[in-house]
């Protein structure tokens, strides 16, 4: 089977020849893995023969002017098209350090709105049309990644203690913010779509917790947040597409929430945050494609690594609907040889 007819059986619960392995290393953890023998030509999908996953993405930003502030050996300090300013590590596994921000009440988020609308310009179209082709030939799976909610907003655009206290105090504002990053890019991959350029999915980013805890409550969560997701997955599948959702943290109280709308699939399961994906399976398992859950603190010891494998992937891939991957990134501590004998060790136990 090819990545997209293994994603297809996945996503309906029926087996396939195995589960898919995919996973998303961090730039630190390629830039080892390069030292280690990973030629610097061939990207690691393809070094691991891992699964292939496409995604089509399309800016919704206010496109505001970038420029690089500092650059050292360690660092570099940058503007983004949102209008932020940030500080990425070089060499080391971690998120961006959000430094300011443009847009930071309800004046400066409508005037950049105005930059925010979908156009022509924002797709390019020989480009997309040329990788599309060189996609359906190699048999892979296509996501379509939505840029909105909580997530994105409070950190890529606005900043996390601004929007939580909007979320109290400002909660029109916030849900404008919401909505209208979705429906820019909706519109846009509507045109993508009429074009015959069809893709198999959707997938967005939305961490909604942390260790132990969410960011906000449920009933938050079901004014101000769910009705946007209900959005974005009703458009999925109308089109016939299932919703694919990343989010981060301990997230359980927000699962029925999430089933109730109609998600299809839901990452990365992050053990260390509370997220027990045995639990998961048993609960929600039939409705609920689950992708992730192999907890990435062990990945660096070969025998914890094995253990964990062999005690949840057989449980995990019963009747489908479980994706291979870490539960969040391949953190830089694993080594070439140690990646390739979790993809080798997914293989033999996902395997039908």
Same mark, same amino acid.
């Given at each position: 089977m090819n990545s997209k007819e293994r994603f297809s059986r996945i996503f309906k619960h029926q087996e396939a020849d195995r589960i898919p392995i995919i996973d998303d290393p961090w730039d630190a953890t390629i830039e080892r893995w390069q030292k280690e023998g990973l030629p610097k030509d061939r990207s690691f999908v393809d070094f691991f023969d891992l699964d292939r996953v496409e995604k089509i993405h399309l800016d919704n930003s206010p496109r505001l002017p970038t420029k690089v502030l500092?650059?050292?050996a360690e660092y570099r300090v940058y503007t983004s098209e949102w209008g932020v300013t940030l500080k990425q590590w070089k060499h080391a596994a971690s998120t961006p350090e959000f430094l300011d921000f443009t847009i930071t009440d309800p004046d400066t988020w409508r005037r950049h709105k105005e930059r925010m609308a979908p156009s022509e310009e924002?797709?390019?179209?020989?480009n997309l049309k040329s990788r599309y082709k060189t996609w359906c030939r190699q048999g892979a799976w296509i996501q379509a990644s939505l840029w909105f909610g909580f997530d994105v907003t409070h950190s890529w655009i606005v900043g996390t203690e601004r929007i939580l206290f909007a979320l109290i105090e400002n909660p029109e504002w916030v849900k404008e913010m919401f909505n209208h990053l979705l429906e820019v890019q909706l519109q846009? &991959?509507?045109?993508? %779509?009429?074009?015959?350029?069809?893709?198999d999915s959707i997938w967005w980013p939305d961490d909604m917790g942390y260790k132990g805890h969410q960011f906000f409550s449920v009933d938050m969560y079901r004014n101000l947040l769910k009705p946007v997701h209900q959005r974005a997955i009703d458009w999925a599948h109308q089109k016939g597409i299932p919703a694919h959702l990343h989010s981060c943290g301990d997230i359980r109280p &927000?699962?029925?929430e999430l089933l109730d709308i109609g998600l299809d699939a839901l990452n990365p399961l992050e053990v260390k945050a509370g997220m027990d994906p045995?639990?998961?399976k048993a609960e929600y398992g039939d409705r609920l494609v689950l992708h992730g859950g192999?907890?990435?603190?062990? %990945?660096?010891?070969?025998?914890?690594?094995?253990a964990e494998m062999e005690r949840v992937i057989p449980t995990l891939k019963e009747n489908g609907g479980y994706i291979f991957s870490s539960d969040h990134s391949v953190p830089s501590s694993v080594s070439l040889n140690d990646f390739r004998t979790i993809v080798n060790t997914a293989k033999i136990l996902g395997a039908y």
């Open positions: 500092e650059d050292t924002r797709i390019d179209w020989p846009m &991959l509507d045109r993508v %779509w009429e074009a015959g350029l069809h893709f &927000l699962i029925p045995l639990q998961l192999i907890n990435a603190v062990l %990945w660096n010891d070969p025998e914890a690594i094995r």
